[in-house]
T-cell receptor, first 114, second 115 residues
Framework: DAMVIQNPRYQVTQFGKPVTLSCSQTLNHNVMYWYQQKSSQAPKLLFHYYDKDFNNEADTPDNFQSRRPNTSFCFLDIRSPGLGDAAMYLC?????????????FGPGTRLLVL | AQSVTQPDIHITVSEGASLELRCNYSYGATPYLFWYVQSPGQGLQLLLK??????LVQGIKGFEAEFKRSQSSFNLRKPSVHWSDAAEYFC?????????????FGAGTRLAVHP
């Protein structure tokens, strides 16, 4: 029944060591999103894919990249993690990007940077 | 700039009591409004959403929310809380950006339920 799957659920990395988080979906949705959620803060949109079209938010650091090799999978790459990148990373999907489209979220990956 | 404010960081209620979670938004046009719930270890799940029509909207799990344009509010309510409602609740506005809508979330309200 799992619809949006994130692996791993917990990830520990070292300062400056590249890390990749993964998200997959069984909903066949067109849009996949990545959010960053720091402790006691609102989820913040980093970027999203509409099909193969990548849309970066203006304030997303260059350190964050994303790949979507096919409809089902999307990856978040952090090229050189800093201590400030420790957070919960949420993946979400939706059919479209307009109006009242519902976003479906995965359980998140908690990233710890040592 | 668009923003969402949830004034209450933590709320504790007794099981069976009524609940109201506050949400205020700042948005120039007619907003798309959402409430999501995040239970421990789970992703965010949509409770309800609103754009137009009846200002009282029903959602899942017995929740409802009322849109009040004059107060820029979209408060979430439940008449009788169950222990399983303990979770974090996020209000969000769908804001137009570059030809599409993106969600802008509030910081959340964490609900604890006493037996």
């Amino acid at each position: 029944d799992a619809m949006v799957i994130q692996n791993p659920r917990y990830q520990v990395t070292q300062f400056g060591k590249p890390v990749t988080l993964s998200c997959s979906q069984t909903l066949n949705h067109n849009v996949m999103y990545w959010y960053q959620q720091k402790s006691s803060q609102a989820p913040k949109l980093l970027f999203h894919y509409y099909d193969k079209d990548f849309n970066n938010e203006a304030d997303t650091p260059d350190n964050f990249q994303s790949r979507r090799p096919n409809t089902s999978f999307c990856f978040l790459d952090i090229r050189s993690p800093g201590l400030g990148d420790a957070a919960m990373y949420l993946c979400a999907t939706s059919r479209g990007r307009q109006g009242l489209e519902t976003q479906y979220f995965g359980p998140g990956t908690r990233l710890l940077v040592l | 700039a668009q923003s969402v404010t949830q004034p209450d960081i933590h709320i504790t209620v007794s099981e069976g009591a009524s609940l109201e979670l506050r949400c205020n938004y700042s948005y120039g046009a007619t907003p798309y409004l959402f409430w999501y719930v995040q239970s421990p270890g789970q992703g965010l799940q949509l409770l309800l959403k609103y754009f137009s029509g009846d200002t009282l909207v029903q959602g899942i799990k017995g929740f409802e929310a009322e849109f009040k344009r004059s107060q820029s509010s979209f408060n979430l309510r439940k008449p009788s809380v169950h222990w399983s409602d303990a979770a974090e609740y996020f209000c969000a506005v769908g804001a137009a950006s570059g030809g599409y809508n993106k969600l802008i979330f509030g910081a959340g309200t964490r609900l604890a339920v006493h037996p």
